[in-house]
């Protein structure tokens, strides 16, 4: 089963990515995309008409079709996800409007505050869902700058609530 996993953020310190990267290590084996590899354009009706799709779009879609299982950390903007996700997500669903059909999806989310992105995770889940995805698991983790140091999750608790529900994922991935 191929996996991939990327965070919805094109930021270069992307506290989403340094997430989904430390989930990718509990995990196992799986791909880290990064939104930044990909020259994508916010969706626009009349690039696509002249266009058509650019080789990133089509790069990009290519891997979330050839996995069958996503590790997705929504980064939050404004409580939802960032404008550079929804747009990956508009051109994805430009080619094919369940593109996500068949995935089984962990979805996580974090941010500086307390309530841990859960604003992104909700609408991301939302999001992946209309487009075929199957969520499996979810988790958030609040106050990342207190809670995550060195590459993973310093508090105990939501360390093991994490790989708890890593574990579970992988439980029901393979049934």
Same mark, same amino acid.
């Given at each position: 089963m191929?996996?991939?996993?990327?965070?919805?953020?094109?930021?270069?310190?992307? #506290? =989403?990515?340094?997430?989904? +990267?430390?989930?990718?290590?509990?995990y196992g084996n799986a791909q880290?995309?990064?939104?930044?590899?990909?020259?994508?354009?916010?969706?626009?009706?009349?690039?696509?008409?002249?266009?058509?799709?650019?080789?990133d779009v089509n790069k990009f879609y290519s891997a979330i079709q050839d996995s069958s299982i996503l590790l997705i950390s929504f980064s939050e903007h404004n409580a939802s996800i960032t404008a550079v996700f929804k747009s990956y997500m508009d051109w994805c669903s430009? #080619? =094919?409007?369940?593109?996500? +059909?068949?995935?089984?999806?962990?979805?996580?989310?974090?941010?500086?505050?307390g309530y841990g992105g859960r604003n992104a995770l909700e609408a991301g889940i939302k999001l992946v869902e209309k487009?075929?995805?199957?969520?499996?698991?979810?988790?958030?983790?609040?106050?990342?700058n207190e809670n995550f140091k060195e590459g993973k999750i310093t508090d105990e608790t939501l360390d093991q609530e994490l790989k708890t529900k890593m574990n579970s994922f992988q439980e029901k991935v393979l049934k």
């Open positions: 191929n996996t991939i996993a990327f965070a919805g953020s094109n930021s270069s310190t992307s #506290i =989403n990515k340094q997430l989904v +990267t430390y989930a990718v290590q509990l880290i995309l990064d939104f930044n590899d990909y020259n994508i354009p916010t969706y626009d009706i009349d690039i696509e008409k002249k266009e058509g799709f650019s080789i430009r #080619i =094919n409007p369940k593109f996500m +059909t068949d995935k089984k999806i962990f979805a996580m989310s974090t941010s500086p505050g487009f075929g995805g199957t969520v499996l698991e979810e988790f958030a983790l609040p106050k990342f």
